[in-house]
């Protein structure tokens, strides 16, 4: 199946400080990738979903100004938080789809970045 | 909204015993299912799918029945082996290409 990469794999920061996390498709083109957080002994809760070349749409409740997702190219989304704090610290899951996702489009999955704010 | 409740773990089961997951869903329209398995260290992997009532998703030994008439997408495996140790997510999407999951099930396979 396609694989997809997430870099780092876990990251501890200062509180105030701004952490990016990428998200690589490896070896096919997505055209649609998907943030995720999943707090522990929870489901996986969307962020946003973002699209090649264009602006991310954030679910609800999601501050689309801490939580910055930028798509560049058809293999890379990068997912920075901004001015950090402990609440944001979670598990950040990142998928991606070829074709959009959804009823008959699987979504591949990253492994996973441990965010810990001190 | 669409939601999906899946029964807690941990399950610890011995080798070769039979597994069932229950999941059922709340969604408005045709939603498909789906099974997502999370081994260690590793990303959500797609373990099997349905798409429509009365489909049966399979792989690996595992099964699962969409049931429209109990809104459920019970996981089965007749035989669990060590290997199948995983935290295990039951999935659905309606119309559009949001994923909603529950809150996954850890299963633990002992010799």
């Known amino acids: 199946g396609a694989v997809v990469s997430q870099h780092p794999s876990w990251v501890i920061c200062k509180s105030g400080t701004s952490v990016k996390i990428e998200c690589r498709s490896l070896d096919f083109q997505a055209t649609t990738m998907f943030w995720y957080r999943q707090f522990p002994k929870q489901s996986l809760m969307l962020m946003a979903t973002?699209?090649?070349?264009?602006?991310?749409?954030?679910e609800q409740g999601v501050e689309k100004d801490k939580f910055l997702i930028n798509h560049a190219s058809l293999t890379l989304s990068t997912l920075t938080v901004t001015s950090a704090h402990p609440e944001d610290s979670s598990f950040y899951i990142c998928?991606?789809?070829?074709?959009?996702?959804?009823?008959?489009?699987?979504?591949?999955f990253g492994p996973g970045t441990r965010l810990t704010v001190l | 909204g669409d939601s999906v409740t899946q029964m807690e773990g941990p399950v610890t089961l011995s080798e070769e015993a039979f597994l069932t997951i229950n999941c059922t869903y709340t969604a408005t329209g045709y939603p498909s299912l789906f099974w997502y398995v999370q081994y260690p260290g590793e990303g959500l992997q797609l373990l099997l799918k349905?798409?429509?009532?009365?489909d049966k998703g399979s792989n690996k030994g595992f099964e699962a029945t969409y049931r429209k008439e109990t809104t459920s997408f019970h996981l089965e495996k007749g035989s669990v082996q060590v290997s199948d140790s995983a935290v295990y997510f039951c999935a659905l999407t309606g119309g559009g290409n949001k994923l909603t999951f529950g809150t996954g099930t850890q299963l633990k396979v002992e010799l």
């Open positions: 349905a798409t429509k009532a009365d």
């Open positions: 973002s699209n090649e070349g264009s602006k991310a749409t954030y």
């Open positions: 998928s991606a789809s070829s074709q959009g996702g959804g009823r008959y489009n699987e979504q591949f």
